[in-house]
């Protein structure tokens, strides 16, 4: 009974030779397949970010040009007085004079433009004139707010209108 179960366990050299070459082809074969998956999920990463990048690269440039965004359309509408609204959007030129907009506090750029009277300004500022674009360019301006942003500017400026 012995002697059958030496015979039984006793490894061969062969049997080592099979162990130490399983022992380390096994692992081989493991870490082979963890760097293929790991490639893989890689692989399928590159490719999403890519296709984001792609979908950011078409929004901007089909985005409409010259977008001020001024209010949240989702806010609920609160009116600017004259001062914010000029803050917000009008100062961009109206202090600096950009494209040769009369300055904010300007008596002599706005003396001739207050001459055509409050409304006339007004219907200007609306629909833009010359360089000075239509609401500024906030589209998202209320007539009133714009109104109001012309008796401040104008105001500033030697005028004594108020606001609609
Ligand atoms: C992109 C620059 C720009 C912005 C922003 C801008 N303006 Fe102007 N604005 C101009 C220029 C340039 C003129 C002079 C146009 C001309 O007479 O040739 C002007 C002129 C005006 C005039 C005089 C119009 C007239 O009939 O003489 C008013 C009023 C005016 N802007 C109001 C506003 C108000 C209110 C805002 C803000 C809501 C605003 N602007 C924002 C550039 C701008």
Redesign the pocket.
Same mark, same amino acid.
Request: include cysteine; charged fraction near 15%; hydrophobic fraction near 55%.
């Given at each position: 009974m012995s002697e059958h179960h030496e015979e039984m366990t006793k490894t061969t050299p062969m049997q080592v030779v099979i162990a130490t070459v399983g022992g380390l082809v096994a692992p081989l074969i493991a870490i082979f397949l963890i760097i293929q998956l790991v490639l893989g999920i890689q692989a399928t990463h590159v490719g999403e970010d890519a296709d984001g990048a792609q979908a950011r690269a078409v929004a901007e440039r089909i985005k409409p040009v010259g977008e001020?965004k001024v209010v949240d359309a989702s806010a609920p509408k609160v009116e600017k007085s004259?001062e914010e609204?000029?803050n917000?959007?009008? !100062?961009?030129?109206?202090t600096s004079g950009?494209?040769?907009?009369?300055k904010h506090g300007n008596k002599g750029d706005?003396a001739?433009?207050i001459g055509?009277g409050y409304d !006339?300004?007004?219907?200007?500022?609306i629909n833009g004139?010359?360089?000075?674009?239509a609401?500024?360019?906030?589209a998202g301006?209320s007539d009133a707010?714009?109104a109001r942003?012309?008796a401040?500017?104008?105001n500033s400026a030697g005028a004594n209108f108020s606001a609609k």
């Open positions: 001020v004259g609204v000029f917000a959007v009008c !100062t961009a030129c109206h950009a494209l040769g907009a009369p706005w001739k433009r055509q !006339t300004l007004v219907k200007n500022a004139i010359r360089a000075m674009p609401r500024g360019g906030a301006l707010e714009l942003a012309v401040y500017m104008a």
